[in-house]
């Protein structure tokens, strides 16, 4: 039977005296699915991730994570989180190793018996940090804390991992690396992912589904039924010209209609 | 030395060594809260927090309190601040800053004006039926700059009951509070109850500014809880070397400035601030230095991975 990660039901919100910034969503995250979320900015991504979170209450509709109350998911240590920014005091003295054994030291996580010190070290190695674990987390580069910031979630010992805007600031090539890094976490863990992204071509090689958000969901199923005409409505420009060409990743290519819409050979004219 | 015979061979010794009793654990436990206050920049809170005693102050004397009474008002002022400043800060409806200088004024205006009505009525006849020929315990200057004839028996077991308990707590809490206090949102997200975290960390930060206003005095009570933090981080990058270097020269200062003001017939709390401000100015060069060798460090694993990658 497939468990469901997260289910949100008609859920719509309002912050205090303003509009909904999320109306009427409802979507669906099995466990092992990776799910992109796409949208404009103010489209209500990030509040969907912190109501998922449960760091927002006060919404109408439905949200369950693996079948509870979003908070009590986060108590449990069931989801683990990597910041869009990382709003870390960079200037403590903590070592990377530190950093990342956080969420292992938590009371929830001891009781869950999740992760272990020497798993810790496993992580690191996964995540390609394991030679700088002893640095001072303020003394290394934003594609290497952005990878630490992984593993600290890992650590946790998540069944979904929520990633905001994972690659902000990170050049093409740790992008790039940053895509394979998910896939690994992914096969390794069987972890669901949500991950909140503007990267449209990162997200339609990544995930297995894609939902666009601009207040209400736009879209939600396959990157393969991703279209320019979908995207223009979400994004309300021509995101074809603004994004350029999408590579899709080879073994999903075969069935984009964004490689081949009409506008070019080995581009989807996104 | 005067300072040996007033430690050996005076009356009063045993007085001392009270005072000398109490600022251990009043010295170890600002050490460990001033890295957490010095990293999570939470100085004028404690500024807040101990101004708030003025007010504790002014309504002991006005009542004709002392000793443990007089405390206890004390500490449920800075404790009530305390918990006021996060209440506040946790709604996020005024800004923590402005909530921190407004409870800072009023607290010292209320105690101003306290201490003045006292002043008034302490030789009204009804009044000194009701509360008896009071004075002000310890003396409005031995409050503000610190006393140690002050402390007394009392004021050292305060210290080190109530030291015991914050060393104990923070112990307790410490994966939650260092999480919260490295990265307040994530650790959210992580589960960690971060409100909870700010209160009990506010609770902890009132209760040592109470045992350490009558050794230290009130104004000076909050540097006790920046400059052993500030000197150790100077002098490390990393955690637990910090904490111990925080301590040893948490205790210099403390323990030294005791001895100095004994010495010198000056105020504890401007010796012991002195002495640390000294320690954190000397400490200045070596900061520096650390500061290159961990760049210097970080360079050289740099190179070292470059190598490893183009090799293979």
């Known amino acids: 039977m497939t468990t469901t990660a997260i289910e949100l039901e008609h859920l719509s919100f309002a912050y205090e005296g303003r509009r909904d910034v999320l109306s009427d969503v409802s979507l669906r995250l099995n466990q092992g699915e990776r799910l992109g979320l796409i949208g404009p900015n103010?489209?209500?991504?990030?509040?969907?991730?912190?109501?998922?979170?449960?760091?927002?209450?006060?919404?109408?509709?439905?949200?369950?994570?693996?079948?509870?109350?979003?908070?009590?998911?986060?108590?449990?240590?069931?989801?683990?989180?990597?910041?869009?920014?990382?709003?870390?005091?960079?200037?403590?003295?903590?070592?990377?190793?530190?950093?990342?054994?956080?969420p292992v030291k938590l009371g929830h996580a001891v009781k869950r018996k999740s992760t272990d010190i020497a798993e810790v070290d496993e992580l690191l190695d996964l995540v390609?940090?394991?030679?700088?674990?002893?640095?001072?987390?303020?003394?290394?580069?934003?594609?290497?804390?952005?990878?630490?910031?992984?593993?600290?979630?890992?650590?946790?010992?998540?069944?979904?991992?929520?990633?905001?805007?994972?690659?902000?600031?990170?050049?093409?090539?740790?992008?790039?690396?940053?895509?394979?890094?998910?896939?690994?976490?992914?096969?390794?863990?069987?972890?669901?992912?949500?991950?909140?992204?503007?990267?449209?071509?990162?997200?339609?090689?990544?995930?297995?589904?894609?939902?666009?958000?601009?207040?209400?969901?736009?879209?939600?199923?396959s990157p393969s039924g991703l279209t320019p005409q979908v995207l223009a409505d979400v994004f309300r420009h021509d995101v074809a010209a603004a994004f350029g060409e999408i590579h899709i990743d080879a073994h999903r290519a075969e069935d984009c209609p964004l490689k081949n819409n009409g506008e070019g050979d080995s581009h989807a004219g996104v | 030395m005067q300072v040996y015979d007033y430690l050996f061979h005076s009356p009063a010794a045993p007085l001392y060594w009270e005072a000398i009793w109490a600022a251990i654990p009043i010295a170890v436990v600002c050490s460990l809260l001033s890295v957490l206050v010095v990293l999570k920049r939470l100085a004028f809170i404690g500024q807040g927090v101990s101004h708030a005693a003025f007010g504790g102050v002014g309504l002991a004397t006005l009542l004709g309190l002392t000793g443990i009474a007089h405390f206890s008002v004390i500490a449920a002022f800075c404790v009530v601040a305390a918990l006021g400043i996060a209440w506040t800060s946790d709604r996020k409806a005024v800004r923590t800053d402005t909530t921190i200088g407004i409870v800072l004024v009023a607290s010292m205006a209320i105690g101003i004006l306290l201490m003045q009505l006292w002043v008034s009525l302490r030789d009204q006849p009804w009044y000194v039926e009701t509360f008896g020929r009071t004075t002000t315990s310890a003396g409005w200057e031995s409050i503000l700059f610190g006393s140690i004839l002050g402390v007394g028996k009392d004021g050292a077991w305060l210290a080190t009951i109530f030291g015991t308990f914050v060393l104990l707590i923070l112990w307790w809490r410490r994966h939650n509070l260092l999480f919260y206090a490295f990265d307040e949102t994530a650790a959210e997200a992580f589960g960690v109850r971060t409100t909870r975290c700010r209160y009990v960390l506010m609770l902890l930060l009132a209760i040592t500014v109470v045992i350490s206003i009558r050794l230290s005095g009130l104004i000076l009570a909050t540097a006790l809880l920046i400059l052993p933090g500030a000197v150790a981080l100077r002098l490390s990058s990393r955690f637990v070397v910090v904490l111990v270097l925080s301590i040893i020269s948490g205790l210099t200062g403390v323990l030294g400035g005791l001895l100095l003001s004994l010495q010198f017939n000056l105020p504890p709390g401007a010796c012991m601030v002195m002495l640390l401000v000294i320690l954190f100015v000397l400490t200045w060069p070596l900061g520096i230095l650390n500061r290159k060798r961990v760049s210097l460090s970080s360079t050289t694993h740099t190179v070292r991975n470059h190598g490893v990658n183009n090799e293979s």
């Open chain 1, 42 to 102: 103010g489209g209500g991504k990030t509040t969907l991730v912190k109501i998922i979170l449960g760091l927002l209450s006060g919404y109408r509709g439905s949200v369950s994570v693996f079948g509870m109350n979003p908070k009590q998911a986060r108590f449990k240590g069931l989801v683990g989180y990597v910041p869009q920014r990382c709003l870390a005091e960079l200037s403590f003295p903590f070592s990377v190793r530190q950093v990342v054994s956080m």
């Open chain 1, 128 to 221: 390609g940090i394991n030679d700088i674990a002893h640095r001072p987390v303020g003394s290394i580069s934003g594609g290497q804390l952005q990878r630490a910031l992984i593993a600290r979630a890992l650590a946790g010992g998540p069944k979904l991992l929520v990633l905001d805007e994972p690659t902000v600031g990170i050049d093409l090539a740790g992008q790039q690396s940053f895509s394979n890094l998910l896939e690994t976490v992914h096969d390794r863990f069987h972890l669901s992912l949500l991950i909140v992204s503007h990267d449209i071509r990162a997200i339609a090689s990544t995930c297995d589904k894609v939902a666009c958000l601009r207040r209400m969901l736009h879209f939600h199923d």
